[in-house]
């Protein structure tokens, strides 16, 4: 079993940046690592996902703002996070699996809170 653990949440005003990171216990049977947010209220969405082959999706609301990227000899997955709207203010979970559309493992979340 794989275990995630993220880190780089905190509280930035509007327009900052942040810069979360997930490192994973095994990359064994890992083919994609990404992120997704839940908002109080609302249903978790995808943030961000990347394949082992460098595939990465990215949901419309982060494109152009939010970069992810992995370091597979430290079993990481990063998601660099700017010009951060009011809107970014979630919970941000780290996850990976066999596929993008197909996470089997889970982190505990971070919370990133975006004050106007």
């Known amino acids: 079993q794989t275990q995630l653990a993220e880190s780089g949440g905190g509280l930035v005003q509007a327009g900052g940046s942040l810069r979360l990171s997930c490192v994973g216990s095994?990359?064994?049977?890992?083919?994609?690592m990404g992120w997704y947010r839940q908002a109080p209220g609302k249903q978790r969405e995808l943030v961000a996902t990347?394949?082992?082959?460098?595939?990465?999706n990215l949901g419309d609301s982060v494109k152009g703002r939010f970069t992810i990227s992995r370091d597979y000899a430290k079993r990481a997955v990063y998601l660099q996070m700017n010009d951060l709207k009011v809107e970014d203010t979630a919970v941000y979970y780290c996850?990976?699996?066999?596929?993008?559309?197909?996470?089997?493992?889970w982190g505990q979340g971070t919370q990133v809170t975006v004050s106007s």
């Open positions: 996850a990976s699996g066999r596929s993008a559309g197909n996470m089997q493992y």
């Open positions: 990347m394949t082992s082959d460098g595939a990465t």
């Open positions: 095994t990359i064994l049977g890992t083919v994609a």
